[in-house]
């Protein structure tokens, strides 16, 4: 079955651009409180209903992941790119991080108490996001918990050009509002939504969401 290509340029995009991207974002969330306390509760929700394994979805270089980890959470990370799996690896050796595509997680049905996705689905074209979010609601057992965290936008943007690189990287922003509805549609309750403006040194403003699949 031929990939499709917006899979393939964001995979390259990022195998291109992994080192650079490591190097300015790797202490990101440092900056970032309110991503913190969304992850926060996220992580309490899914340990108070009993904990299990967890997915963080896009994971890129790991500190999301590492961030989770500390939380108590049992949670692995998957991505598209090789360059950037690589240096999870390297930086956080005592966590698992598997290649993998958000549009067919390789996990049994209802097996998974929560998953996470911080600025991974910006990359999901408007007509794949409801089935994206179908495979995250498979994945999850009844009254498992959705994390995600993305540019609270409403606009397409194609960048070409980073770190003196270039390659072809599409960008599908929705505001809060509207990624709450496909979220819902999917099966699930959004019982937590936040938005805030862009900090200084940031471009965009960003939306989170917290929900329970249904």
């Keep these: 079955m031929t990939e499709p290509s917006f ?17 300015q974002f790797k202490d990101e969330l440092a900056g970032i409180p309110i991503e913190r306390a969304m992850m926060a509760a996220y992580a309490d929700l899914v340990l108070a209903g009993g904990g299990g394994p967890t997915l963080d979805v896009g994971c890129g270089t790991g500190p999301g992941t590492a961030h989770l980890a500390g939380l108590g959470l049992e949670v692995r990370g998957i991505d598209l790119s090789p360059g950037m799996l690589a240096l999870a690896r390297g930086r956080f050796p005592k966590l698992r991080f598997d290649e993998g ?11 998974l108490a929560g998953i996470s996705s911080q ?3 910006i990359h999901i074209p408007h007509d794949e996001l409801p089935g994206v979010l179908a495979g995250f609601r498979r994945a ?16 397409q943007r194609l960048r070409t050009e980073a770190f003196g690189h270039t390659f072809t990287l599409n960008y599908h922003f929705r505001p809060v509002e ?20 862009a900090q200084p040194g940031e471009q ?4 989170m969401l917290l929900a329970r699949a249904c």
Excluded at 101 to 108: N, R, Y
């Design 178 to 197: 509207r990624m709450a509805q496909f979220v819902t549609d999917a099966g699930f309750d959004v019982f937590a939504q936040a938005s805030r403006k």
């Design 140 to 155: 999850l057992a009844v009254g498992g918990h959705l994390l995600l965290i993305f540019q609270n936008l409403d606009e």
């Design 119 to 121: 600025y991974s689905v």
């Design 101 to 111: 595509s958000m549009t067919a997680l390789d996990v049994a049905d209802g097996s």
């Design 7 to 23: 899979l393939h340029d964001t995979r390259d995009a990022y195998d291109t651009i992994a080192a650079a991207y490591d190097e």
């Design 204 to 207: 965009t403003p960003r939306g």
